[in-house]
């Protein structure tokens, strides 16, 4: 049994933080909720999501997975309203039918058995920040005619944010106790990121959440936060640019 009743809002949050990954994936539904794991084609980034039961109106599930197209799905929540409740459930021949306000669609759901299950490393990252996600929109919206990566640099006290080549360059100044929040700071680390992807997990957050922002020296960058008013849990996992020799 797959039937579920949950807020338009909702939903649209779960694809808009997958979409910037994926297009499928492979939705592990259980007691407990939803899980997916994903990571894109070309094993730069990752995503781990989870969304309590207690995010739904209705749930009444059983354990399985389901291969969702989640672009597809985004698309046709466009159209909702934004207090529509969406029922979703499986009909007799496997297809996902999702209902909203006076709209029906039925969809083949996608083969799910050749989809990976990726580990999520356990990253001790020597630095964890507190921190708006406007803060970091400041800087990418100048970057991107300025390179195609950035560099996090943090010291104590100060995250800075660059990208530059040739003669341009871009720098954004954060000062703990006014732009962020310090979680932990072991010692510096710096580590540079492809800026296209960072761009994307962004869109993905959205531009005014708080998130918490981990940091290493030639580590992966480690963005958490909760959406759906704290029922769901998403983290992303960006792969540092290497500098060729």
């Not at 360059?169 to 703990?176: A, G, Q, Y």
Request: charged share 25%; glycine share 6%.
């Amino acid at each position: 049994m797959f039937e579920v009743d949950v807020k338009v809002e909702t939903l649209k949050s779960v694809f808009s933080i997958l979409t910037p990954i994926v297009g499928e994936v492979k939705l592990v539904c259980d007691s407990e909720g939803w899980k997916i794991k994903a990571v894109d084609p070309a094993h730069v980034a990752m995503v781990e999501l989870t969304l309590s039961r207690d995010a739904f109106e209705r749930y009444e599930i059983e354990p399985m997975e389901l291969g969702l197209n989640v672009e597809r799905m985004l698309e046709h929540l466009k159209g909702a309203k934004s207090d529509d409740i969406v029922q979703m459930k499986l009909d007799p021949d496997n297809r996902l039918v999702v209902s909203m306000s006076n709209l029906t669609l039925k969809m083949p759901l996608v083969d799910s058995s050749g989809f990976s299950d990726p580990k999520v490393p356990n990253l001790q990252l020597p630095v964890g920040l507190k921190l708006n996600s406007g803060e970091l929109q400041k800087g990418l919206k100048v970057s991107a005619s300025i390179s195609d990566y950035i560099t996090f640099d943090c010291t104590e006290g100060k995250l800075v944010m660059t990208s530059s080549e040739d003669l341009s360059s871009m720098t954004l100044d954060l000062m703990k106790g006014e732009e962020y929040e310090e979680l932990n700071f072991e010692k510096p680390a710096k580590s540079s990121f492809s800026l296209d992807y960072f761009s994307q997990l962004m869109k993905g957050v959205g531009p005014n959440r708080d998130i918490e922002f981990s940091l290493g020296n030639s580590y992966p960058l480690k963005i958490e936060f909760e959406f759906a008013e704290g029922k769901g849990h998403a983290r992303y996992l960006l792969a540092p640019r290497i500098e060729s020799t």
